[in-house]
C-alpha cells in the first residue's frame, strides 16, 4: 500500500511540475529533463508512470478541463449553456494550457498516432456530451441531427478558441454564446 502510495505521490509532482512548466515557458520548452528537475524524479520514475512527455501534458490538459467541467460525474445533467460556458472557461481561464492543447493536437497528432487516437477520443466525448445535451434541450430531434449539430457547435467552438488564443482582447464567450440555439444575431 505505501508503495501505491509513494508512486501516487510521484505522478502528482511530475504532473504539478508539467502544469509549471506549461506555464512557465509554454509548449517549446516543454521537456523530459524540465519537468523531471521540477518534480524532483529520475526519467525512470517518470517513465514507469507516463509514456512521454505528451501524455504528461494531455494528462494536465484533462485535468484542467476536468475542472471547469459542470457535469463531472456524468449524470447527464449538463445543458448547451454549461457545456459552452465550460468550453469557453477552459480556453480564457487556462490560456497556457488551452494553448499547449492546440499545438499537441495540431503538431504531434498528425505525426503520432497515439496522440491523434487521444486527441480524437477527447473530441469524439465532447460531441456524444453536447449531443446528449442537445437531445435534452430538443427532444424532437434524432440523434444523428443532434450529433450533426454538436459537431458543428465543438467546431464553432474550437474555431472561436483559437482566435481567444491569439487574439486576447477577443471576447470568446459573446460569440460563443451566438452558436447557442435562439441565440439572436445582431446585424448582418
Known amino acids: 500500500m505505501a508503495r501505491y502510495r509513494v508512486g501516487l505521490e510521484t505522478r502528482e509532482r511530475i504532473l504539478a511540475a ?5 506555464n512557465e515557458v509554454g509548449i517549446e520548452g516543454v521537456t523530459l529533463k524540465a519537468i523531471t528537475d521540477q ?7 517518470f517513465y514507469n508512470l507516463f509514456r512521454s512527455k505528451e501524455d ?10 476536468e475542472s471547469v467541467d459542470p457535469d463531472p460525474e456524468g449524470a447527464g445533467t449538463d445543458s448547451l449553456d454549461d ?11 487556462s490560456r497556457p494550457i488551452a494553448r499547449i ?8 497528432g498528425l505525426t503520432d498516432r497515439h496522440v491523434a487516437e487521444r486527441v480524437n477520443r477527447s473530441h469524439r466525448r465532447r460531441v ?8 435534452r434541450h430538443d427532444p424532437t430531434i434524432d440523434a444523428t441531427e443532434a450529433e450533426v449539430r454538436a459537431e458543428l457547435l465543438v467546431g464553432g ?3 472561436l478558441g483559437l482566435n481567444a488564443l491569439v487574439d486576447t482582447s477577443f471576447d470568446m464567450r459573446a460569440h460563443a454564446q451566438r452558436l447557442l440555439p435562439g441565440a439572436r444575431v445582431v446585424g448582418g
Open 83 to 93: 457545456l459552452v460556458d465550460a468550453f469557453v472557461t477552459f480556453f480564457t481561464d
Open 18 to 22: 508539467t502544469r509549471r512548466v506549461v
Open 101 to 108: 492543447y492546440l499545438q499537441l493536437a495540431l503538431a504531434r
Open 128 to 135: 456524444e456530451r453536447f449531443a446528449d445535451a442537445w437531445i
Open 157 to 159: 467552438l474550437m474555431g
Open 39 to 45: 518534480a524532483s524524479v529520475g526519467a525512470g520514475s
Open 56 to 65: 504528461a501534458v494531455l494528462e494536465v490538459v484533462r485535468q484542467a478541463i
